[in-house]
DNA sequence: CTTTTGACTGAGT
DNA sequence: AACTCAGCCAAAA
């Protein structure tokens, strides 16, 4: 479960880790789920930071639309689709997904 | 302490 | 869903 008591920004990391493999969520869906859905500038923004890359599967978090980040704190949008294509996550050369299949659906 | 910032989103155009 | 405007609020400077 997410301990309020910790960071927004701990909060965002420990959600993100929650995404299953072969998923993605947006961040919209992140900051729902953390009970700032006006916030989801700073889902992004907390991964931004992104203390932990080799714990916080970034690269499983998507806008909206399913498009992949415009930034990318890994090493470039390339990288990402690769780690995501790696999971079973299918990317098109848009750098977008299918969110209709591989949207997370949260239990929260 | 105040101000800036930011990987977004939704409504309006 | 193409573009713009504004809101959102915690962390960093």
């Known amino acids: 479960m997410i301990d309020e008591k910790q960071g927004f920004f701990k909060q965002v990391y420990f959600v993100v880790e929650q995404i299953p493999l072969g998923k993605v969520a947006t961040y919209g869906q ?3 789920i953390l009970g700032r859905p006006k916030s989801s500038k700073f889902v992004g923004f907390a991964l931004n930071k992104n203390p932990n ?3 916080t599967p970034c690269h ?3 806008n909206r639309f399913g498009d992949l980040a415009n930034s990318f704190a ?3 949008r390339h990288q990402q689709k690769k780690l995501l294509e ?3 996550v299918k990317v098109d050369k ?3 997904v299918n ?3 591989y949207l997370w659906k ?3």
Do not use: H, M, S, T
């Open 30 to 32: 992140i900051a729902f």
């Open 53 to 55: 890359p080799k714990k």
């Open 60 to 62: 499983r978090v998507v």
């Open 74 to 76: 890994f090493g470039g």
């Open 86 to 88: 790696a999971e079973g």
């Open 94 to 96: 848009n750098f977008n």
């Open 99 to 101: 969110l209709n299949k």
């Open 106 to 108: 949260p239990d929260f």
